[in-house]
Structure formats: structure tokens, C-alpha cells
């Protein structure tokens, strides 16, 4: 298991940083699943490092991921 920071900013459920244990290997599209947070899957973008993330990219120890709000229109 490694420890990561999930940042919520999204628009209608803002939360402080909390830091998970998650199963080595996982990846950014497995991470919503793995907190139990599935319900977000496509409600949510996850940013690392100011970067919009992959869903294959693999979660290192330590890392903090934001939550945004995905926002659509035109």
C-alpha cells in the first residue's frame, strides 16, 4: 500500500486534503474505485502536478491528486 493526498476542488463538494492508502500499481483511472469515491468516474478531471493525468498513469508514494470539476458548455 502507498499514501496519497486527494485534493477535492470540486464545485459542489469541496473537502481538505486527505490522504489515502492505496495498492501499489494502481493507476489515476483506478483511483476514484479504490477510495471509494467510483461515483465521480467522468464527474471528475485528476490533475498531478498541474497536469490533467492519463488514466494508465501509475500513482507514485506521496503524490497529491487534485480533483476539478469537469466543466462543459458552449
Given amino acids: 500500500m502507498i499514501p496519497v493526498t486527494?485534493?477535492?476542488r470540486l464545485v459542489w463538494r469541496k473537502a481538505p486534503p486527505?490522504?489515502?492508502f492505496v495498492p501499489?500499481?494502481?493507476?489515476?483511472?483506478?483511483l476514484l474505485d479504490a477510495i471509494g469515491e467510483g461515483e465521480?468516474?467522468?464527474h471528475a478531471l485528476l490533475v498531478i502536478d498541474k497536469?490533467?493525468?492519463?488514466?494508465?498513469?501509475?500513482l507514485r508514494a506521496?503524490?497529491?491528486v487534485?480533483?476539478?470539476?469537469?466543466?462543459?458548455g458552449g
Avoid at 24 to 30: H, K, L
Avoid at 66 to 71: A, M
Fill in 66 to 72: 487534485v480533483l476539478l470539476s469537469v466543466i462543459c
Fill in 18 to 20: 486527505r490522504q489515502f
Fill in 51 to 58: 497536469q490533467a493525468c492519463d488514466p494508465g498513469r501509475v
Fill in 40 to 42: 465521480l468516474n467522468g
Fill in 62 to 64: 506521496g503524490e497529491t
Fill in 6 to 8: 486527494v485534493d477535492c
Fill in 24 to 30: 501499489e500499481g494502481t493507476t489515476v483511472g483506478e
